[in-house]
């Protein structure tokens, strides 16, 4: 009886395991349908990861950036715990606070008419102390020196149009092809403390705004919506629409709200009418910013071989360790080491015709900032124009040379320009990542406008 007893129980221990199995058989064929259909979800809680095969993923912001090898989420990743924080104390030092620039210069395309309507317009200019004396000429030329007072009343931030003669190791002193500005031409040039100088809301808007994008869209950057287009020929329009949307997180994650009390703060309706709602905008910033992450790292050896001194050895030491840590950074070479493969364009034999055609257009982009009518906006709008023509030097000037370092020239103030460009776009994607599902949950409703 005993013996009966326990073969009984053991036949309904197999009884009640096959019955369990059958249950969860059904389940785990379920989460592996789902897993098919949606590869995101995984079995073990894990997202499946993309191989670097360049190709569109058609989920909203996620899975590999077009023409680019590095996804999404790896980009947010990295940016947040990594580059962000890297460039955020990289552009404070001396070396990268100061950046020359040519900001009274007449229009070559039409009449400046462009008005302004906040004092924030005006650039302040830094006194002669202020700047390092690495950056300076013995002599001075344009205006005096003596009491100059800032037009928004920070006499600490005036400029002072002392001029440059010092030339780094590693760096030269030749005009940059893909920009229009001739930055040799020292005698207009002055020095502006960028940190003084933020890029934010500044009342330029309207007609005379407008214009300058038309110009830039419409004459120098067509929009090619062919799916059969070329590569190059897609190139200057994502990155120029890469740059617009940064400059427009900017304007929104910075935006006067009261002018009455001061009131600063982040304004998500323009952020969602201006970028947010359209879904190319998103994926062209992120496509503009590895391309110049991939130039920063594409020049590493240049760059690390570089004197960036200023005359404070402190600080000089503190610049180029932020410099190797963002150009030999282990968490970005294992998760994203080639951001954008540029070795695959301008191949056949149209390759150095479209070549010359995009370098011209984007020099009279170059040359449209001269246009705008908000000091402060002409003085970012050269910056990053600048700063992406450095990284277009970069990408596109060995023609299928090796050793880069030994052929690449940079001036100093290209690499300021590429430096501060990176970290604009890496706050705008930083910004994005933060904010961007939140304000678009906010603002659900599909809308048509016109980009301004």
């Known amino acids: 009886m005993v013996e009966s007893k326990g073969k009984k129980t053991q036949r309904g221990e197999r009884k009640q395991w096959r019955w369990a199995v059958a249950a969860i058989i059904p389940i785990v064929l379920a989460i592996a349908m789902a897993s098919a259909i949606f590869p995101k979800i995984s079995l073990f809680g894990q997202t499946n990861k993309s191989s670097c095969d360049c190709s569109q993923d058609k989920h909203r912001f996620s899975g590999i950036v077009e023409d680019c090898c590095c996804n999404y989420e790896t980009v947010d990743h990295l940016n947040e715990e990594v580059l962000h924080p890297i460039l955020q104390e990289l552009v404070k030092t001396p070396f990268f606070r100061y950046f020359k620039v040519k900001l009274w210069c007449d229009c070559p395309f039409w009449p400046d008419d462009g008005m302004c309507r906040l004092r924030d317009c005006s650039v302040c200019e830094c006194p002669e102390s202020e700047f390092p004396e690495s950056f300076k000429k013995p002599f001075h030329h344009g205006l005096p020196l003596d009491d100059v007072v800032c037009q928004e009343g920070k006499p600490q931030a005036a400029v002072d149009r002392t001029l440059d003669n010092k030339a780094f190791r590693g760096w030269t002193e030749t005009d940059n092809p893909w920009t229009y500005d001739d930055e040799t031409d020292n005698a207009e040039m002055m020095y502006v403390n960028l940190q003084l100088n933020p890029e934010r809301y500044t009342g330029y808007t309207g007609p005379s705004a407008r214009r300058i994008w038309d110009a830039i869209y419409s004459e120098n950057c067509p929009k090619y919506p062919s799916e059969d287009s070329c590569q190059e020929e897609k190139l200057?329009?994502?990155?120029?629409?890469?740059?617009?949307?940064?400059?427009?997180?900017?304007?929104?994650?910075?935006?006067?709200?009261?002018?009455?009390?001061?009131?600063?703060?982040?304004?998500?309706?323009?952020?969602?009418?201006?970028?947010?709602?359209?879904?190319?905008?998103?994926?062209?910033?992120?496509?503009?910013?590895?391309?110049?992450?991939?130039?920063?790292?594409?020049?590493?050896?240049?760059?690390?071989?570089?004197?960036?001194?200023?005359?404070?050895?402190?600080?000089?030491?503190?610049?180029?360790?932020?410099?190797?840590?963002?150009?030999?950074?282990?968490?970005?070479?294992?998760?994203?080491?080639?951001?954008?493969?540029?070795?695959?364009?301008?191949?056949?034999?149209?390759?150095?015709?479209?070549?010359?055609?995009?370098?011209?257009?984007?020099?009279?982009?170059?040359?449209?900032?001269?246009?705008?009518?908000?000091?402060?906006c002409r003085l970012w709008g050269k910056l990053q124009v600048l700063g992406l023509g450095t990284a277009l030097k970069i990408l596109f000037s060995d023609d299928g040379q090796e050793n880069l370092a030994q052929i690449l020239q940079l001036q100093r103030n290209e690499v300021i320009a590429l430096m501060n460009l990176l970290n604009r776009l890496s706050e705008s994607v930083n910004f994005v990542h933060q904010m961007g599902s939140a304000v678009e949950r906010q603002f659900s409703s599909p809308t048509n406008g016109n980009r301004l």
Not at 313 to 340: G, V
Not at 347 to 356: D, N, R, T
Request: neutral net charge.
């Open 236 to 376: 200057l329009y994502k990155l120029i629409s890469g740059l617009h949307s940064s400059i427009s997180i900017h304007i929104a994650s910075d935006y006067l709200l009261d002018e009455a009390t001061n009131l600063w703060g982040p304004n998500l309706t323009l952020l969602y009418d201006r970028v947010l709602r359209y879904p190319d905008r998103v994926r062209n910033l992120y496509f503009t910013f590895l391309f110049v992450l991939r130039a920063v790292t594409k020049a590493t050896n240049y760059l690390e071989q570089a004197e960036y001194e200023t005359g404070n050895p402190t600080e000089d030491l503190k610049t180029q360790s932020f410099i190797k840590q963002l150009l030999y950074n282990p968490q970005l070479q294992a998760a994203c080491p080639l951001p954008f493969d540029e070795a695959k364009l301008w191949k056949g034999q149209k390759g150095p015709e479209l070549k010359q055609k995009i370098q011209g257009q984007f020099r009279n982009i170059s040359a449209l900032m001269d246009c705008v009518g908000c000091e402060k």
